[in-house]
């Protein structure tokens, strides 16, 4: 293991979340050194660049890839896209930490794994493949820290952006049920604590969530007061909500995942509070009218 080599981060160049590509800037902040893992040369790894990480190009799925962009660093965050092959990649990355040798492998994992057992699974295979990559790692033998995240604001608001800005509605068929959304950025803060200083966090398993569980009703009250303007929640029933979702065309995998999201959260699975972000980066976590007012123009504006 090289001791004064790079932090490798995974999934750098950014999507949905971006929650690496805002780990390689809050590290870069620190001082600390980057090698932030990328698909493909684009303008987010010329940005990247620019900002002062060293940017390898691979994939997660090509062992000597992976052999390539881990040598010489002294540890890892690994994340990558929902994706079929997340399993394979993890235990891909596991078995080279293992052949090269790093002080911690920081693990993006997902708040849902915290109630699955041999049996009670879910019917998404994202969230099945987390719960068997903590697994596999446990079994690795390696320094692991688990962060498992509840469902990003991102992500969420992704979907109820355009009947926010069109229709002032949030629609999705989530019934009754409590959710404590939480900021990717207050993941990536987390994620960059630890992966500073990962001793401390060794074996430890950190579960993030926003700092409210709340139905849909009362966040749509915080954007009723972060957009000053009244939204409202609509629930749908979920052969209704699969049906707008597959329009959209994503991977049938990521399709899968988010239809089992609603059904969970319309059985009261996501109505979760943890202290994570605070106990880690000593701040609590943004709500969800801190994080809308933040976007607000993505959500029609803020009526003056
Ligand atoms: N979104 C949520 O609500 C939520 C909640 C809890 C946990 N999580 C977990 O968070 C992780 C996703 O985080 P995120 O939103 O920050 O991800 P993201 O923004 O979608 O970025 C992930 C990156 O992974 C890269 N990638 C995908 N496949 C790859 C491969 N085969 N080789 C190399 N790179 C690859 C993508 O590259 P390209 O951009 O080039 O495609 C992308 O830049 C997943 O583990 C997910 O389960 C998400």
């Given at each position: 293991?090289?001791?004064?080599g790079p932090i490798l981060?995974?999934?750098?160049?950014?999507?949905?979340?971006?929650?690496?590509r805002t780990v390689c800037g809050l590290l870069l902040d620190r001082g600390l050194p980057v090698r932030a893992m990328v698909r493909r040369e684009d303008d987010r790894a010329a940005a990247l660049r620019a900002?002062?990480?060293?940017?390898?190009?691979?994939d997660l799925l090509e062992p000597a890839d992976v052999y390539r962009v881990v040598s010489g660093c002294r540890r890892v965050y690994f994340g990558m896209s929902v994706s079929a092959g997340y399993l394979e990649a993890t235990v891909t990355m596991a078995v080279v930490a293992r052949e090269v040798g790093v002080d911690a492998v920081v693990n993006m994992s997902q708040m849902t794994v915290s109630q699955m057992s041999i049996q009670n699974t879910t019917s998404s295979g994202q969230q099945r493949q987390h719960w068997l990559s903590e697994q596999a790692l446990a079994w690795s033998g390696l320094p692991v820290v688990t962060i498992r995240p509840t469902m990003f604001l991102e992500s969420f608001f992704a979907l109820a952006a355009p009947t926010v800005r069109n229709r002032d509605r949030i629609v999705v068929p989530f019934g009754r049920g409590k959710t404590s959304p939480v900021a990717a950025a207050d993941v990536a803060r987390v994620l960059a604590a630890v992966l500073a200083d990962p001793g401390p966090h060794l074996g430890g398993i950190y579960e993030l969530t926003g700092p409210r569980s709340q139905d849909m009703h009362g966040v749509a009250r915080e954007f009723s007061d972060a957009l000053n303007r009244e939204v409202t929640y609509s629930d749908i029933p979920a052969e209704d909500w699969e049906r707008e979702l597959k329009k959209l065309g994503l991977p049938e995998h990521l399709t899968r995942h988010l239809v089992t999201m609603g059904e969970l959260h319309r059985a009261g699975r996501y109505d979760r509070l943890a202290d994570g972000v605070e106990r880690v980066t000593g701040r609590p976590a943004i709500s969800v009218r801190e994080f809308v007012s933040?976007?607000?123009?993505e959500f029609g504006g803020r009526r003056s």
């Open positions: 293991m090289a001791d004064n981060v995974t999934g750098a160049a950014g999507q949905l979340g971006a929650v690496g900002a002062g990480a060293e940017v390898v190009v691979g933040l976007h607000a123009d």
